[in-house]
């Protein structure tokens, strides 16, 4: 192991790509109390507040040297990216700058569900192909839906107009802080940096719209429906409310995983590897019910 990839006090250096995002956020919040020096890999290195000791790191996926550099003393590395068409292009630049720098363990963050067509379940599929070819250790982290998605329909659950393609397919949700944590554990995992793995993480227990109008409708003491719509009609409903084709070509693609069922699968991964069980989208929606008022 090269002594680069240590800090002064012999702990290891962990680059986190997407600190900023959701599961990012999460993760380097948790890394600030772990025996680790955490770097943030981050295109705005002035942008947001970052937890006590952790570093920012500019990097520039225009500029590949930038890329080298900011992870040359890294040890471990975790990659997440928001949704976007250089998703792709961005993350196999930072695996292929990892391996010649000599990073030994990436973790990366995926998507649960089947071979796809469909944006962005194709271009992780994309990724991990990449990641798969190449000699290094790494942790494929395949997450069922956010739960944190619900958000997009606060306005409309509040307003009474909240609506999709989803039908009554059941999906089984997931919160981005369980994924932080096995993310976490992921990293810090010394026994494990060669292994070459993938894991499969979801919530408690899988939903219909159907039923989480119910639970909404509990916790808010008030009627709460979810309109069944054709993928043509949510698409209109969409792009009418100000959303890019773009975007609602990606929402209306989820709601066909929904209404498939794709992602209602439920595995025990999250408790295992954590040793607390996941987080139930009930407490979510407690935590968060002011998004859905009025």
Known sequence: ?????????????????????????????????????????????????????????????????????????????????????????????????AV?????????????????????????????????????????LRPSVFVEVLRRSAASIADGSWGGAAGIGRTNFIDTRDVADVARVALLDAKGIESQRAYHLTGPRSWNMQEIAEELSRQLGRRIRYADRTPS?????????????????????????FRDSAFAETTTTVEQLTGHAPRPLTNWLAENIPLFTR
């Open 1 to 97: 192991m090269s002594a680069s990839h240590r800090s002064l006090f012999g702990q290891p250096r962990i680059a986190v790509a997407g600190a900023t995002g959701r599961v990012g956020s999460a993760l380097v919040t948790s890394l600030a109390s772990a025996p680790a020096e955490v770097l943030a890999l981050t295109r705005n290195p002035d942008a947001g507040q970052l937890p006590s000791g952790t570093q920012a790191v500019g990097i520039d996926f225009d500029q590949p040297s930038s890329l080298e550099r900011a992870l040359r003393d890294a040890e471990r590395l975790f990659i997440a990216h928001g949704t976007a068409p250089r998703q792709p292009a961005n993350e196999i630049a930072l695996i292929d700058a």
């Open 100 to 140: 010649r720098v000599g990073v030994r363990h990436i973790v990366k963050l995926s998507v649960l569900g089947p071979p796809s067509r469909s944006h962005p379940a194709d271009w992780h599929m994309e990724i991990e192909a990449h990641l798969a070819s190449k000699d290094v250790g790494y942790t494929v």
């Open 233 to 257: 009609q949510q698409r209109a409903v969409l792009t009418g409310a100000g959303l890019s084709d773009f975007v609602a070509e990606l929402l209306v693609g989820l709601d066909r995983f």
